[in-house]
Structures are given as structure tokens and as C-alpha cells.
């Protein structure tokens, strides 16, 4: 059974504001990287494409979930999250993530359960 840090999420509910995105770095033009050593257990690093104005809005919890993604076994090269991230269920919503078939997990909520 795989267990994710979940005191993020405890912050979040308790009112504290997580600010670890100091952490991540420009890995390209309008690609903000999460570094394999952001949070450990992470298998992959973490890639969130935002440009300058999105970077200014991005979730402090929306890069946790994305770090957390980064966890889950058979994931296979990176974690990513588009521009309209923002915090989900599980995966923040605009995450993305590919798995080995041999060695990964299905998460069909992923996401969340609200979209019908």
C-alpha cells in the first residue's frame, strides 16, 4: 500500500500557507521544474508550465500535489501540470501523468469525482 504525505493538506485545512515554491526553478521558457529533492519519495521531478503572470497565481498546494504525483510507483519521466493548474483531489487539476503498465497504478480519480 502506498502512503502520500498528506500534511500538506493538513496545513491547508488548519489555515497555513505552505510557501515551498521558493524551491522550484526556471527550467526552460515558461517551464517552472520541480526538483527531485523537493520532497522526499518523489521517484521524478515535477514540470509545471506557466508563463510569468500564471507563475504569480500558482498554489503553493497545487505544487505539493504535484510533488505527490511524483511519488506514485511506475510513474514514468516526469510529473506535469499545464498552465491552468490549480489545487484537485488528488493530481492538481491540469495534472498530468504517464505510468509503466508492468509497475505503475490506475487512478481513474485521480483528479477528483465532479466532472460527470
Given at each position: ?45 515535477g514540470i509545471i508550465f ?6 504569480k497565481g500558482l498554489e ?50 485521480g483528479v477528483g469525482y465532479?466532472?460527470?
Open positions: 500500500m502506498l502512503v502520500v504525505d498528506t500534511s500538506v493538506w493538513i496545513d491547508y485545512f488548519n489555515g497555513v500557507e505552505n510557501t515551498q515554491t521558493d524551491f522550484l526553478h526556471l527550467a526552460l521558457e515558461n517551464t517552472l521544474e520541480v526538483p527531485k529533492d523537493y520532497k522526499p519519495g518523489m521517484r521524478t521531478k506557466v508563463d510569468e503572470v500564471l507563475e503553493a498546494h497545487s505544487v505539493e500535489q504535484v510533488a505527490n504525483v511524483a511519488m506514485l510507483p511506475g510513474i514514468v519521466s516526469a510529473s506535469i501540470a499545464m498552465p491552468d493548474i490549480h489545487m484537485g483531489y488528488g493530481f492538481a487539476i491540469g495534472g498530468v501523468a504517464a505510468f509503466d503498465i508492468k509497475d505503475g497504478i490506475i487512478s481513474p480519480g465532479d466532472l460527470n
